[in-house]
């Protein structure tokens, strides 16, 4: 199984800045892609930015230019830059990494798909 912890998240005021990290621990084989999503008040859950293994990235229209992606692979981590955050930005925010582990026990890798626990952001305006 693979165990995904998320840092980073607080209070900020409109303009301001937040760096969120998310490593995954466990008993990992490979990782495909790595990814934020978030989820405000009242509404569904969704993409904020992707990041494939080759470090091919795609971000939501409302974050783009202001929204940093990145992964150390090394340290099986993802990061997400936010800069110039605005009060629409404020929800809770999600890691989410995807591909294999292979536990003692299992003969061959076997696919993943976790979620980290949540990051509140709160933007002040």
């Known amino acids: 199984q693979v165990h995904l912890v998320e840092s980073g998240g607080g209070l900020v005021q409109a303009g301001g800045s937040l760096r969120l990290s998310c490593a995954a621990s466990?008993?990992?084989?490979?990782?495909?892609?790595m990814g934020w999503y978030r989820q405000a008040p009242g509404k569904q859950r969704e993409l904020v930015a992707t990041?494939?293994?080759?470090?091919?990235?795609n971000y939501a229209d409302s974050v783009k230019g202001r929204f940093t992606i990145s992964r150390d692979n090394a340290k099986n981590t993802v990061y997400l830059q936010m800069n110039s955050l605005k009060s629409e930005d404020t929800a809770v925010y999600y890691c989410?990494?995807?591909?294999?582990?292979?536990?003692?026990?299992?003969?061959?890798?076997?696919?993943?798909?976790?979620w980290g626990q949540g990051t509140q952001v709160t933007v002040s305006s």
């Open positions: 989410n990494v995807r591909g294999y582990y292979r536990g003692s026990s299992d003969p061959f890798p076997v696919v993943f798909d976790s």
């Open positions: 990041i494939t293994s080759g470090s091919s990235t």
């Open positions: 466990g008993s990992i084989f490979s990782i495909n892609a």
